[in-house]
Nanobody, 123 residues
Framework: QVQLVESGGGLVQPGGSLGLSCAAS????????MGWYRQAPGKQRELVAT???????NYAESVKGRFTISRDNAKNTLYLRMNSLKPGDTAVYYC?????????????????WGQGTQVTVSL
């Protein structure tokens, strides 16, 4: 089991910056992949960025060059730095952690989610 708690959301003007944090607790040593997802009103939840335990990152095309995902393993914390924010970035942002699990000889990944934090980009 893993518990995730996000913080850092809020209201920011277009072109501004904001940082999100996600504190992880529980079976954190099992976490392989962590990431940020977002869900805007009336839309499906979408991937923003992911980072694996080995360090490789992956970004949605819409945020490449503007957002940076990072993790501090010593602090068990995941971060998302968001620059040059646009109104289209307005959404609830969720922290995600993937834990591999072996069952009956097969590997699975269990997903854990935080409660979400609201990011609003508006004048």
């Amino acid at each position: 089991q893993v518990q995730l708690v996000e913080s850092g959301g809020g209201l920011v003007q277009p072109g501004g910056s904001l940082g999100l944090s996600c504190a992880a607790s529980g079976s954190i040593f099992k976490i392989n992949r962590m990431g940020w997802y977002r869900q805007a009103p009336g839309k499906q939840r979408e991937l923003v960025a992911t980072i694996t335990s080995g360090g490789p990152t992956n970004y949605a095309e819409s945020v490449k060059g503007r957002f940076t995902i990072s993790r501090d393993n010593a602090k068990n914390t995941l971060y998302l730095r968001m620059n040059s924010l646009k109104p289209g970035d307005t959404a609830v942002y969720y922290c995600n952690a993937g834990l591999p699990r072996k069952s009956a000889g097969m590997w699975y990944v269990d997903d854990y989610w935080g409660q979400g934090t609201q990011v609003t980009v508006s004048l």
